[in-house]
């Protein structure tokens, strides 16, 4: 899945991924490809973008999750 995320500075990472595990107000929630459509208030936590070459983990304040037709969105303050 084509993952995005996204600040006010503009684009801040642009990958391809296979797991997407991030921190939900409910709890945390890993998405994989062809998942259903979702959109989630992200809370504090780690983030973490599963590629198949490497791992990205960030610490993130919140945001916003949006998944659809296998592009995820995430809107950040900042990353």
């Given at each position: 899945m084509?993952?995005?995320i996204?600040?006010?500075?503009g684009?801040e990472?642009a ?16 998405v994989l490809?062809?998942?259903i459509p979702?959109i ?6 780690k ?17 916003i999750l949006?998944?659809?037709?296998d592009?995820?969105v ?6």
């Amino acid at each position: 899945m084509k993952v995005e995320i996204l600040t006010p500075k503009g684009l801040e990472l642009a990958v391809e991924a296979k797991t997407v595990i991030a921190p939900t107000l409910i709890g945390e929630i890993a998405v994989l490809e062809n998942h259903i459509p979702i959109i989630s208030v992200l809370k504090a936590g780690k983030l973490t973008i599963k590629s198949g070459e490497k791992d990205i983990t960030r610490e993130i304040e919140g945001g916003i999750l949006e998944f659809a037709k296998d592009k995820m969105v995430i809107l950040l303050k900042r990353f």
